[in-house]
């Protein structure tokens, strides 16, 4: 049984996030690697884990673009994912998706019109067949790059808990 949490992060507050989910996950004894999705490549699926958890932060309503990226990194607050994102990401790996357990995340502001990384993420993942074991999930940051909201590390750790009775279905379903 293995969890493989792979995330994109701008100023780190989506990097905080995955690494708190991960920490739920290993509570659980779920053996866990977290990889920022510029070092995750295509073969990161090909090792088949039980549970895939994708992350990423919300920019213009869904995924980053090239352009948006520029646009983070031109703040100059330090940048966390310095290459391509989960958008270029899925390019590669959507055709080992089919049958994979997953589950989705994203930052985003508060707001009805804030739009979700995670819904994206998740409806090209599904669509390549993935399960999608828990609804997206989403995590408040204060504003572009000052942060997450107090308790959000609580929440991403206590869903990385939800999430490993999902790790542990998969590995015995696999068997
Ligand atoms: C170019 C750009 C566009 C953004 N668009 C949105 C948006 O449409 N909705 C939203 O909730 N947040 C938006 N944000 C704020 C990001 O969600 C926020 O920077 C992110 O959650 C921080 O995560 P990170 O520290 O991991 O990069 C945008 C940020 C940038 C840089």
């Known amino acids: 049984m293995t969890a493989l949490v792979v995330f994109e992060s701008m100023y780190g507050s989506t990097a905080a996030i995955a690494e708190a989910v991960a920490s739920g996950l290993a509570d659980l004894r779920v053996p866990v690697t977290v990889c920022e999705v510029g070092l995750a490549g295509a073969p990161s699926l090909a090792l088949r884990p039980s549970l895939l958890v994708v992350g990423a932060p919300t920019h213009q309503r869904g995924l980053s673009t090239a352009r948006?990226?520029?646009v983070a990194r031109a703040d100059g607050t330090g940048t966390v994912s310095r290459g391509d994102g989960v958008r270029e990401w899925l390019d590669q790996v959507v055709g080992l998706a089919s049958g994979q357990a997953t589950a989705v995340f994203?930052?985003?502001?508060?707001?009805?019109?804030a739009g979700s990384a995670a819904h994206t993420i998740g409806k090209r993942?599904?669509?390549?067949?993935?399960?999608?074991?828990?609804?997206?999930?989403s995590f408040t940051v204060t504003g572009r790059s000052s942060?997450?909201?107090?308790?959000e590390l609580e929440k991403a750790r206590s869903?990385?808990?939800?999430?490993a009775l999902f790790a542990v279905a998969a590995a015995?379903?696999?068997r």
């Open 159 to 163: 869903w990385g808990r939800s999430l």
């Open 106 to 113: 994203d930052t985003a502001v508060a707001g009805r019109l």
């Open 172 to 174: 015995s379903g696999a």
């Open 125 to 137: 993942l599904t669509r390549a067949g993935a399960e999608l074991v828990v609804p997206p999930e």
């Open 68 to 70: 948006t990226r520029d």
């Open 147 to 151: 942060g997450l909201r107090p308790d």
